[in-house]
């Protein structure tokens, strides 16, 4: 039985910001933005459109959410849309000329759980954990994925923590 996904809500919000992503494994476009009416935990919503560094799935739904917002902006595409693949700084300068656009979001509710221990080895970061369970003599760390769980030794765990990471995932883009 799949899990329940998390209920969407539609908003209206004004896109205010866009900056070319291109160091390190993240390439693509961050998105910022600022939603009409203030509500609990909405105060404002970040979204990174990925453009790879080649043309993969992520890329396409990344070029996707582009388009989506040039669109709303009344602003032509590119000629080959798909040549944006893998170049965050041209669809930046393009997305610059939507800035102040009236958009209307649909969003879900995300996160992930992170558990830190501190060890007499040092630090160890578990991520995408699903629960942590206490035993007797040790933490038994469960993750997601499929993964196979991490057992961790109490005596080796001088302090832990549990981590959660929450956001705002932008799952669609229409014209206000």
């Known amino acids: 039985m799949a899990a329940a996904q998390p209920a ?4 209206a919000a004004t896109f205010d910001a866009v900056a070319p992503l291109d160091e390190g494994p993240a390439r693509g476009v961050a998105l910022g933005f600022l939603p009409e009416r203030g509500r609990p935990g909405l105060a404002r919503i970040e979204d990174v ?10 890329a396409v739904l990344g070029i996707g959410k582009v388009l989506r917002l040039l669109r709303a902006a009344r602003i032509a595409r590119p000629r080959d849309p798909l040549l944006l693949a893998g170049r ?7 997305l610059e000329r939507a800035l102040g656009t009236r958009v209307r979001l649909e969003v879900r509710p995300r996160s992930r759980l992170r558990f830190v221990a501190w060890t007499e080895a040092g630090l160890e970061v578990v991520h995408d954990v699903t ?10 760390v469960l993750r997601r994925g499929g993964r196979p769980p991490l057992r961790m030794p109490r005596s080796a765990v001088t302090r832990r923590q549990t981590e959660v990471e929450r956001w ?3 799952i669609g883009i229409e014209r206000a």
């Open 131 to 140: 629960d942590v369970l206490e035993g007797e003599d040790a933490y038994l």
């Open 49 to 58: 459109a990925e453009l790879g560094p080649t043309l993969d799935l992520a």
């Open 168 to 170: 705002w995932e932008v």
């Open 88 to 94: 965050p700084a041209e669809a930046a300068r393009l």
């Open 8 to 11: 969407s809500q539609r908003l």
